[in-house]
């Protein structure tokens, strides 16, 4: 199935540090959704995001969803070690399916 | 609310065998889809469930079935195991709204390993 470009694929980051991810696609998506997936557990829901140029926060988080809506950004300030593990975004359309990106996997150093 | 609810949460079985992996939405969720996770091929789309009819299926064989029950609650099966099974299962339940977006909560999975 189609897969989000999402970049970068890994990060790693002094703790203090700002972080930023970024999906794109192909297709325009009426909706964005960050996760952020420890190792061996379920995607945890970080952020959504339902119209073209919708700013939302999260605490430390930050995301975006695109004008064009073929892409969104998430934004972390002042990254903490627990920020550590892999971060999804995921966009859906007029149909019913989710398309995930690849993932990026960030690292805290202390 | 509960979450999404996931039982087992791991597995071990060898080629050949069955496997049956359930899951409990939110409450309220009528739409359940299941995803296949490994670390090469990412996230993949399995099939979505809502009101115990399939929706959406993605591009696995005829091995991977689910169902849905009157409850809401799902389950997947996959039969004839291959070692290319071992996985990371996930569901995940959402509530399809009025302007048709909608918001996707995943369970924890179900760890399964083909020996």
């Known amino acids: 199935g189609q897969q989000l470009n999402q970049s970068p694929q890994s990060m790693f980051i002094q703790e203090g540090e700002d972080v930023s991810m970024n999906c794109t696609s192909s297709?325009?998506?009426?909706?964005w959704l960050w996760y952020k997936q420890d190792p061996g557990e379920g995607p945890v829901l970080l952020i959504a995001l339902y119209k073209a140029g919708e700013l939302t926060s999260n605490g430390r988080l930050t995301a975006q969803f695109g004008i064009t809506r073929k892409d969104s950004f998430l934004n972390i300030s002042a990254s903490i070690p627990s920020d550590v593990g892999i971060y999804f975004c995921a966009g859906h359309n007029t149909g019913n399916q989710f398309y995930f990106g690849t993932g990026t996997s960030l690292t805290v150093i202390p | 609310k509960a979450g999404v609810t996931q039982t087992p949460r791991y597995l071990i079985k060898t080629r050949g065998q069955q496997v049956t992996l359930s899951c409990s939405p939110i409450s309220g969720h009528r739409s359940v889809s299941w995803y296949q996770q490994t670390p090469g091929q990412g996230l993949q789309f399995l099939f979505e469930?809502?009101?115990?009819?399939?929706?959406n299926k993605g591009n696995f064989p005829g091995r991977f079935s689910g169902r849905q029950f009157s409850n809401s609650r799902s389950e997947m099966n996959v039969s004839t195991l291959e070692l290319g099974d071992s996985a990371l299962y996930l569901c995940?339940?959402?509530?399809?709204?009025?302007?048709?977006?909608?918001?996707?909560?995943f369970g924890p999975g179900t760890r399964l390993l083909v020996l």
């Open positions: 469930y809502f009101s115990e009819t399939q929706r």
């Open positions: 297709s325009i998506f009426n909706t």
């Open positions: 995940a339940s959402s509530l399809l709204d009025r302007g048709s977006t909608k918001t996707q909560y």
